[in-house]
């Protein structure tokens, strides 16, 4: 099986949008990890960047704006990469989308074009 990188379809598109990523305890109950920004985005995921690296292969919740609509979708943490002291870049790849999630994505994508 190829990189998460090889299997993208389509290159990101550089975005800056507020995020905000969960991760959910035993309990079912979600825990707030941390708030950045997206770096870039594509329909299969984004990169982030926040003050502290996330668990490779953890699954989590990322809320993000996107203009006027704010989604969660959930995602897996495919890569982590420090940038400087206290800034980590993680790629991270979505997961089970739903049709309105999708579609979603792929409006406000094609508004930055």
Same mark, same amino acid.
């Given at each position: 099986m190829g990189s998460f990188r090889e299997r993208r !379809?389509?290159? /990101?598109?550089?975005? =800056?949008?507020?995020v905000s990523v969960d991760q959910r305890e035993d309990s079912g109950a979600p825990t707030e990890l941390a708030a950045g920004r997206t770096l870039d985005l594509s329909p299969r995921g984004m990169r982030i960047? =926040?003050?502290? /690296? &996330?668990? &490779? !292969?953890s699954r989590i919740q990322v809320t993000v704006a996107l203009a006027e609509r704010i989604i969660t979708l959930d995602a897996q943490v495919r890569h982590v990469?420090?940038?400087?002291?206290?800034?980590?870049?993680?790629?991270?790849?979505?997961?089970? =989308?739903?049709?309105?999630?999708?579609?979603?994505?792929?409006?406000? &994508?094609?508004?930055?074009?």
């Open positions: !379809r389509e290159p /990101p598109r550089q975005v =800056l949008n507020l960047e =926040l003050s502290r /690296p &996330l668990p &490779l !292969r990469d420090e940038v400087s002291e206290g800034v980590c870049s993680m790629g991270i790849e979505f997961v089970e =989308l739903s049709v309105e999630q999708t579609e979603a994505l792929e409006e406000f &994508l094609h508004g930055c074009a």
